[in-house]
């Protein structure tokens, strides 16, 4: 059976004045204990033990509890609060510190103070409330809360640590200094939520965190939409960025599995993964990224399944000794290149698709620099599909590189091995080698260039095996400078232009055209004669004739001519 106690400040028969007056009578009966409270502002601080409810009897909003400084509500047992206004300052306005606390249609105002303190081995719930300036912190407890607004808290508005178990489900968080929510070597699951204008990541979790994430909206970040740092794990799926500087950012071990979310017009990334981050990536989105779509860098090893990048400027970019793997990837419109491998990074791309964008695949780098292209198109590009710089290494499988300017390139110190791949109507040419690269062909096709079809520059090296190069307008393969190598069981097809263009150096095995193949031999440069100036010798005012100088001699003899002239 609950006992009820009704508080009105006006009084009345059976009536308290206030409502610690009426928890003392409930807490000395020991029963279950109903309070109801008429409207007004009670200055006063709770202390609520056992079973007791408090109530606003005219709805919520009704009943403010203000405390000048401290705590405004302790709750120890099981209590029940329902359409209050709880007010405080310097202090944490509501403590749970044992048992169990739950909220409704309540609101909380924390002025330079916490909210909501969970304590270790208490249990919250916190539901249809408001939340403003302050924070709510579950240390060691667990909670729930649910569609509840939380605005403009001093630093995270649900901070979950010290092994917290917490639901974050269908609410609102806006305007936080920090986090909307932190997760600290804790666990929480966060649903249906959104969260926006927060001064750092929306969501965090560090130290080792366990984050799961579905259906949330996070927009108007100064920061990270969403975070994991320190060996943090966990899930996001099925949620929507816009307008963050980085979408999700990944680092110092972190892991987390991504799926189905999408990120866009985010100010700088939209995957970030760093300083030994990894994570997997699965059927998501980047849209417009301001800079670049996927980064790895600092040692990032990302795995990227199964998603899509498109406008913005560079689709993925793997750099600083980073890694990834990239499968089931397509690019498309963007203004810059769609892939780079750069600076000791090794990166794998397998059946990705890319158009419309400038440049394909761009590497540069030492000879730790690679990437292995399998299964792959890049279609409609302005410059190259594959630039290979450096001395990086590039693996090229089953390529086809169709409407653009130059197919393959290598330059440089670089090595650009090829096997299976096909070049279709480019501008300028299907495969180039310059500098001192190495290019290495098995089963290429260049078919419908409207100059070359191989290109060989500088001391670069040629090994082109089992090749066809068909109606190239002005020359099937072309080799200048010092260029050297071999054609083996190669054919060049087509009714004009030259088969080859031979600079001598090239052995031209089993080669099978009905086109010209033209000799040219580079002449060796003539080089001017040396000169060479002394500067510790004689200097002569006039015309000098028949004089012989020598340098370096301890001595010297003076021949005199018949006319007494000295030589």
């Given at each position: 059976?609950?006992?009820?106690?009704?508080?009105?400040?006006?009084?009345?028969?059976?009536?308290?004045?206030?409502?610690?007056?009426?928890?003392?009578?409930?807490?000395?009966?020991?029963?279950?204990?109903?309070?109801?409270?008429?409207?007004?502002?009670?200055?006063?601080?709770?202390?609520?033990?056992?079973?007791?409810?408090?109530?606003?009897?005219?709805?919520?909003?009704?009943?403010?509890?203000?405390?000048?400084?401290?705590?405004?509500?302790?709750?120890?047992?099981?209590?029940?609060?329902?359409?209050?206004?709880?007010?405080?300052?310097?202090?944490?306005?509501?403590?749970?510190?044992?048992?169990?606390?739950?909220?409704?249609?309540?609101?909380?105002?924390?002025?330079?103070?916490?909210?909501?303190?969970?304590?270790?081995?208490?249990?919250?719930?916190?539901?249809?409330?408001?939340?403003?300036?302050?924070?709510?912190?579950?240390?060691?407890?667990?909670?729930?809360?649910?569609?509840?607004?939380?605005?403009?808290?001093?630093?995270?508005?649900?901070?979950?640590?010290?092994?917290?178990?917490?639901?974050?489900?269908?609410?609102?968080?806006?305007?936080?200094?920090?986090?909307?929510?932190r997760?600290?070597?804790?666990?929480?699951?966060?649903?249906?939520?959104?969260?926006?204008?927060?001064?750092?990541?929306?969501?965090?979790?560090?130290?080792?965190?366990?984050?799961?994430?579905?259906g949330?909206?996070?927009?108007?970040?100064?920061?990270?939409?969403?975070?994991?740092?320190?060996q943090?794990?966990?899930?996001?799926?099925g949620?929507?960025?816009?307008?963050?500087?980085?979408?999700?950012?990944?680092?110092?071990?972190?892991?987390?599995?991504?799926?189905?979310?999408t990120?866009?017009?985010?100010?700088?990334?939209?995957?970030?993964?760093q300083?030994?981050?990894?994570?997997?990536?699965?059927?998501?989105?980047?849209?417009?990224?301001?800079?670049?779509?996927?980064?790895?860098?600092?040692?990032?090893?990302?795995?990227?399944?199964?998603?899509?990048?498109?406008?913005?400027?560079?689709?993925?970019?793997?750099?600083?000794?980073?890694?990834?793997?990239?499968?089931?990837?397509?690019?498309?419109?963007?203004?810059?290149v769609?892939?780079?491998?750069?600076d000791?990074?090794?990166?794998?791309f397998?059946?990705v698709?890319?158009?419309?964008?400038?440049?394909?695949?761009?590497?540069?780098?030492?000879?730790?620099?690679?990437?292995?292209?399998?299964?792959?198109?890049?279609?409609?590009?302005?410059?190259?599909?594959?630039?290979?710089?450096?001395?990086s290494?590039?693996?090229?499988?089953?390529?086809?590189?169709?409407?653009?300017?130059?197919?393959?390139?290598?330059?440089?110190?670089?090595?650009?091995?090829?096997?299976?791949?096909?070049?279709?109507?480019?501008?300028a040419?299907?495969?180039?080698?310059?500098?001192?690269?190495?290019?290495?062909?098995?089963?290429?096709?260049?078919?419908?260039?409207?100059?070359?079809?191989?290109?060989?520059?500088?001391?670069?090296?040629?090994?082109?095996?089992?090749?066809?190069?068909?109606?190239?307008?002005?020359?099937?393969?072309?080799?200048?400078?010092?260029?050297?190598?071999?054609?083996?069981?190669?054919?060049?097809?087509?009714?004009?232009?030259?088969?080859?263009?031979?600079?001598?150096y090239?052995?031209?095995?089993?080669?099978?055209?009905?086109?010209?193949?033209?000799?040219?031999?580079?002449?060796?440069?003539e080089?001017?004669?040396?000169?060479?100036?002394?500067?510790?010798?004689?200097v002569?005012?006039?015309?000098?004739?028949?004089?012989?100088?020598?340098?370096?001699n301890?001595?010297?003899?003076?021949?005199?001519?018949?006319?007494?002239?000295?030589?």
């Amino acid at each position: 059976m609950v006992a009820k106690y009704f508080v009105s400040p006006r009084g009345g028969r059976r009536t308290y004045p206030d409502i610690t007056s009426a928890l003392s009578a409930a807490a000395a009966r020991g029963r279950a204990a109903l309070i109801e409270i008429a409207p007004g502002r009670y200055e006063e601080a709770l202390t609520v033990r056992g079973e007791v409810r408090l109530t606003a009897v005219d709805g919520p909003g009704s009943v403010l509890v203000n405390r000048a400084r401290g705590t405004v509500l302790d709750a120890f047992g099981s209590v029940s609060v329902h359409g209050l206004v709880l007010i405080g300052r310097e202090a944490d306005v509501v403590s749970c510190r044992t048992g169990t606390l739950t909220l409704e249609h309540s609101e909380i105002r924390a002025h330079n103070g916490v909210s909501l303190h969970a304590r270790p081995n208490t249990a919250v719930t916190l539901r249809d409330s408001a939340i403003l300036h302050g924070r709510v912190l579950f240390a060691g407890s667990s909670g729930l809360v649910e569609r509840c607004r939380f605005t403009d808290a001093a630093d995270n508005a649900v901070a979950v640590i010290e092994g917290a178990r917490v639901s974050v489900r269908d609410s609102w968080i806006g305007g936080s200094r920090l986090h909307g929510v932190r997760v600290s070597d804790a666990q929480a699951e966060i649903s249906g939520c959104e969260l926006t204008g927060t001064g750092k990541a929306a969501v965090m979790a560090d130290t080792r965190a366990e984050l799961t994430m579905t259906g949330c909206v996070i927009g108007a970040v100064h920061a990270e939409a969403i975070m994991f740092i320190e060996q943090s794990r966990g899930s996001v799926d099925g949620t929507r960025v816009t307008d963050a500087q980085h979408g999700i950012g990944v680092a110092s071990g972190a892991d987390p599995v991504v799926r189905r979310s999408t990120f866009t017009e985010c100010r700088d990334t939209g995957i970030n993964v760093q300083t030994s981050g990894r994570g997997r990536f699965e059927e998501c989105e980047v849209v417009a990224a301001g800079n670049v779509a996927v980064f790895s860098t600092k040692g990032g090893a990302p795995e990227v399944h199964g998603c899509r990048i498109a406008q913005g400027n560079v689709g993925i970019a793997v750099t600083a000794a980073a890694r990834g793997r990239f499968t089931r990837i397509g690019v498309e419109d963007l203004t810059g290149v769609a892939l780079r491998v750069l600076d000791e990074s090794r990166a794998v791309f397998e059946q990705v698709r890319v158009e419309r964008c400038p440049s394909g695949l761009e590497t540069r780098g030492n000879g730790g620099t690679a990437a292995d292209v399998t299964d792959a198109v890049f279609r409609d590009f302005d410059m190259s599909a594959v630039e290979v710089v450096g001395q990086s290494r590039v693996t090229l499988r089953g390529v086809t590189a169709e409407r653009g300017g130059v197919g393959f390139g290598v330059g440089e110190d670089g090595q650009l091995f090829v096997h299976d791949c096909d070049v279709r109507t480019v501008s300028a040419g299907g495969a180039i080698g310059f500098g001192k690269a190495r290019l290495v062909a098995r089963n290429l096709t260049v078919t419908g260039s409207e100059a070359f079809g191989l290109c060989g520059r500088d001391s670069a090296y040629l090994d082109v095996v089992e090749s066809e190069f068909t109606d190239c307008a002005a020359v099937g393969a072309t080799f200048h400078d010092a260029c050297a190598g071999r054609m083996v069981n190669c054919s060049v097809n087509g009714t004009q232009g030259m088969a080859v263009q031979h600079n001598g150096y090239v052995d031209l095995v089993s080669l099978s055209t009905s086109l010209p193949v033209v000799k040219q031999i580079t002449k060796p440069v003539e080089r001017p004669p040396t000169i060479v100036n002394n500067f510790y010798g004689p200097v002569f005012n006039a015309a000098v004739y028949g004089a012989q100088l020598a340098w370096n001699n301890n001595s010297v003899q003076q021949q005199t001519d018949e006319d007494g002239s000295g030589t």
